[in-house]
């Protein structure tokens, strides 16, 4: 282990605790010992996942003569896909520059410079945080300042892509971009090489913020991304397009490529957020759930035909615990999954779609038999009467923050200043002033001070009563 005589710029401790804080979650760590030979006479690799609140003790415990990773995201169950992604703190890329021609047989730390030289000076892109030498090649990761939860993994998923499309010629690893992914943990063995893993560039002033990244990285800012959809509905409104058979256009979710992405990630969360609310699935629509599950899971970007199958088992999982879904019926699926990552398309009506599954939002609620209870509950699968209410609630929120921006009291504040004049002109009266002197005290006449009096409801003497008591 020629690599254990080097010096590492951080320790497993202080390198785990740039992405992994002591915070509700799980992250995984994944072994395999060479001594540890299964009956197929090859080492099994083995996972086991720990609550982040013990990552100090399991890392002090950790075997540094076996291969061993750990997960880069932080997950909401104890199980390492992406569908059950908490939290992410970096992005990374994984450089097999071993695979590339003259760099075969480069040093890590020759490579490095390359690699820093390449994104800063000739991609203009920001540089990394952290460049280890994991025994063959390299991983490099840029980390955040706060980590994103999993909601926003599109956005993440384009930068990643960015940032293996530009370290490709590298030897960047385009399989090994997901969120699920696991990278050797430092201080641990290569047994391959024989080299252990190691830091060998850290740069703290690296460290920003994801947006920072985004901005560096993607071609629109959320800014412009908003702009672009207003910009959207706007042309929408005006022009009132309608396709060949005289059907309204269909609408984009956001006015841009990534924006779709968005949108068949946000199903997916619809679809167990929709899992959660019935507390598991009932015989007859699992096969179905887990179907649409997939699909807009592949749609999302976040995994492919690969790893598919291993998201299906834990989905299937929360669906039913005790229910083993057939792989026959994802067949078709994963046929369909192969051509979409092929970049292949299919042509309907003049547009070119995705050869995967994108149902309108009645059909999923027809099929699924989603009632207007548990639309309220969702995000994007609604249907347009939930639609033109969430519009509403919105038209009113947003004329309310005008009115507050001009100096206007809130509806209720207005309310109350009114009940309590009354309250007070119904006093004055009962106190014995006539009506005209009621008026004076408030600057109105006799006739307005007798119906602002009369909007006071007094409590009557049973109810103060039943109230004392």
């Not at 009115?403 to 002109?425: D, I, L, V």
Request: net charge positive; glycine share 6%; aromatic share 8%.
């Amino acid at each position: 282990m020629s690599g254990s005589t080097q010096l590492s710029l951080l320790g497993v401790e202080e390198e785990t605790a740039l992405y992994h804080a002591r915070r509700r979650g799980y992250f995984t760590l994944n072994h395999r010992d060479p001594a540890d030979i299964c009956r197929a006479g090859y080492a099994r690799m083995k996972q086991t996942p720990y609550p982040l609140d013990q990552l100090p003790t399991v890392i002090q415990l950790l075997n540094p003569r076996i291969d061993t990773w750990i997960s880069q995201g932080e997950f909401f169950r104890p199980n390492r896909r992406v569908v059950n992604l908490y939290r992410i703190g970096l992005l990374f890329v994984d450089l097999d520059y071993y695979t590339v021609p003259d760099c075969e047989y480069a040093t890590p730390e020759w490579m490095a410079e390359v690699v820093k030289f390449h994104l800063v000076e000739e991609e203009r892109l920001p540089p990394p945080t952290v460049i280890i030498s994991s025994g063959q090649g390299l991983q490099i990761k840029w980390i955040f300042d706060e980590p994103i939860p999993g909601f926003a993994l599109p956005r993440w998923n384009a930068c990643q892509s960015v940032l293996v499309d530009a370290l490709k010629d590298l030897g960047a690893d385009s399989k090994a971009k997901d969120a699920s992914r696991i990278l050797r943990v430092v201080g641990t063995v290569n047994t391959k090489s024989g080299e252990v893993a190691r830091v060998i560039h850290h740069d703290p002033s690296a460290i920003a913020s994801f947006e920072y990244f985004a901005e560096c990285l993607l071609p629109y800012t959320r800014e412009q991304v908003q702009a672009l959809r207003e910009e959207a509905a706007d042309k929408r409104r005006e022009r009132k397009l309608k396709i060949a058979d005289g059907s309204k256009s269909k609408e984009k979710y956001g006015g841009h490529a990534f924006s779709n992405r968005r949108l068949a990630w946000d199903r997916l969360k619809d679809l167990q957020k929709l899992v959660e609310l019935r507390g598991g699935i009932a015989k007859g629509h699992r096969t179905q759930t887990l179907f649409y599950m997939i699909n807009f899971l592949l749609l999302s970007g976040a995994t492919n035909s690969t790893q598919m199958w291993h998201e299906a088992r834990e989905l299937a999982r929360q669906i039913n615990p005790g229910w083993t879904h057939r792989e026959s019926a994802l067949s078709t699926l994963y046929r369909k999954a192969k051509e979409h990552q092929a970049g292949k398309t299919v042509e309907f009506r003049g547009r070119k779609y995705p050869p995967l599954y994108t149902p309108k939002n009645s059909t999923l609620i027809d099929q699924l038999e989603i009632t207007p209870d548990e639309e309220r509950r969702l995000r994007t699968i609604i249907s347009k009467g939930q639609a033109r209410e969430r519009k509403r609630e919105r038209q009113r929120d947003a004329a309310e923050k005008a009115r507050r921006q001009k100096g206007a009291k809130r509806r209720s504040e207005y309310e109350a200043e009114a009940a309590e004049r009354a309250r007070h002109a119904y006093e004055m009266r009962a106190s014995g002033l006539r009506w005209s002197e009621v008026g004076s005290r408030f600057g109105i006449s006799e006739d307005a001070a007798r119906v602002l009096a009369g909007r006071h409801t007094p409590m009557s003497s049973m109810s103060r009563l039943k109230m004392a008591s």
